[in-house]
């Protein structure tokens, strides 16, 4: 079974950011049933979850309501953009580099910086030097500011001017050949999942519920390349690259059970709490997130 902290996460990344980021306990608890998680294990993870400082509480009456603290949020929204981006951007040429020297007192620090600049995409090619052809100028001065090492870093954007080509940095930085292997599995899995369920939904013998754990599993699943894909741009990567396909794959398994799982979710997520009604479904276009 999955983690439940980690699923908790998935949820308020894929749903509940589109509704306002707060959710009741309860409705929550309702939710993570569906996986097979008690009461008592949501409880713990999202105690947990607080003290990271991801989840803040808000009493009403005799509820208690979570809901993303402001560091959330801008982690959702970074993930979104890196997530439903399902093809690779055009480059500007340019690397981004970060090098820092933290000193040894100071070494969590350290660890926690590697952690963040890894799943932000950058690639070590030395020893405290770190490179990302993406535009990150905003995420790394975020990290300076919330980490307060601005004495201990420096910051450049360049080109890169040999001896060697542009693609001598990927081989450098990033395992390609593992996150192409990664994507591959990926596909193998899913596309037999999406062929199952789109001929289940063609005869009408899923319900709501199954669509929202089976989208939920999916999203759950495909946000894990946040953490060794970096997101490359076209003119960095091979000519056939299998994370293309399975963008694709993602994306189009993601809209066969996109409205009967919003459908469930809006069911009970409306039961518990005060809302008002929408219209209609939100735009399957109007990409979420994840995190963690």
Same mark, same amino acid.
């Given at each position: 079974?999955?983690?439940? @902290?980690?699923?908790?996460?998935?949820?308020?990344?894929?749903?509940?950011?589109?509704?306002?980021?707060?959710?009741?306990? &309860?409705?929550?608890?309702?939710?993570?049933?569906?996986?097979?998680?008690?009461?008592?294990?949501?409880?713990?993870?999202?105690?947990?979850?607080?003290?990271?400082?991801?989840?803040?509480?808000?009493?009403?009456?005799?509820?208690? %309501?979570? +809901?993303?603290? !402001?560091?959330?949020?801008?982690?959702?929204?970074?993930?979104?953009?890196?997530?439903?981006?399902?093809?690779?951007? *055009? $480059?500007?040429?340019?690397?981004?580099?970060?090098? #820092?020297?933290?000193?040894?007192?100071?070494? $969590?620090?350290?660890?926690?910086?590697? *952690?963040?600049?890894? $799943?932000?995409?950058? &690639?070590?090619?030395?020893?405290?030097?770190?490179?990302? /052809?993406?535009?990150?100028?905003?995420?790394?001065?975020?990290?300076?500011?919330?980490?307060?090492?601005?004495?201990?870093?420096?910051?450049?954007?360049?080109?890169?001017?040999?001896?060697?080509?542009?693609?001598? =940095?990927?081989?450098?930085?990033?395992?390609?050949?593992?996150?192409?292997?990664?994507? !591959?599995?990926?596909?193998?899995? #899913?596309?037999?999942?999406?062929?199952?369920? !789109?001929?289940?939904?063609?005869?009408?013998?899923?319900?709501?519920?199954?669509?929202?754990?089976? @989208?939920? *599993?999916?999203?759950?699943? %495909?946000?894990?390349?946040?953490?060794?894909? /970096?997101?490359?741009?076209?003119?960095?990567? /091979?000519?056939?690259?299998?994370?293309?396909?399975?963008?694709?794959?993602?994306?189009?398994? +993601?809209? =066969? =059970?996109?409205?009967?799982?919003? @459908?469930?979710?809006?069911?009970?997520?409306?039961?518990?709490?005060?809302?008002?009604? *929408?219209?209609?479904?939100?735009?399957?276009?109007?990409?979420?997130?994840?995190?963690?």
């Amino acid at each position: 079974m999955t983690n439940t @902290r980690s699923m908790i996460f998935t949820i308020y990344g894929d749903y509940i950011r589109h509704y306002g980021n707060k959710i009741w306990i &309860g409705s929550l608890i309702r939710l993570l049933k569906e996986f097979g998680h008690n009461e008592q294990s949501v409880r713990v993870a999202v105690s947990r979850i607080m003290k990271q400082g991801w989840l803040q509480s808000e009493k009403i009456g005799n509820k208690s %309501y979570y +809901y993303l603290t !402001q560091r959330g949020e801008a982690r959702i929204e970074e993930a979104a953009i890196r997530i439903f981006e399902l093809t690779p951007k *055009k $480059w500007d040429g340019k690397w981004r580099m970060l090098m #820092y020297t933290i000193p040894e007192e100071k070494r $969590w620090i350290r660890d926690e910086l590697r *952690k963040e600049l890894i $799943w932000s995409g950058f &690639g070590s090619i030395a020893n405290g030097c770190w490179v990302s /052809p993406n535009n990150l100028e905003k995420e790394v001065h975020l990290l300076i500011e919330n980490y307060d090492i601005k004495a201990y870093v420096d910051f450049f954007v360049a080109e890169y001017q040999g001896p060697e080509d542009n693609r001598t =940095l990927v081989e450098k930085g990033w395992p390609l050949q593992e996150i192409a292997e990664k994507h !591959q599995q990926f596909i193998s899995t #899913y596309s037999e999942k999406f062929k199952e369920h !789109q001929a289940l939904m063609d005869r009408n013998l899923m319900t709501d519920a199954q669509c929202f754990v089976e @989208r939920t *599993k999916l999203v759950h699943e %495909y946000r894990k390349f946040l953490f060794f894909d /970096p997101g490359l741009p076209k003119e960095l990567l /091979p000519e056939v690259w299998s994370g293309n396909d399975a963008a694709r794959l993602f994306e189009k398994y +993601y809209k =066969l =059970l996109a409205q009967p799982a919003s @459908r469930f979710f809006e069911k009970v997520f409306r039961e518990d709490n005060d809302i008002r009604e *929408k219209d209609e479904l939100y735009d399957v276009d109007d990409h979420p997130l994840i995190i963690d």
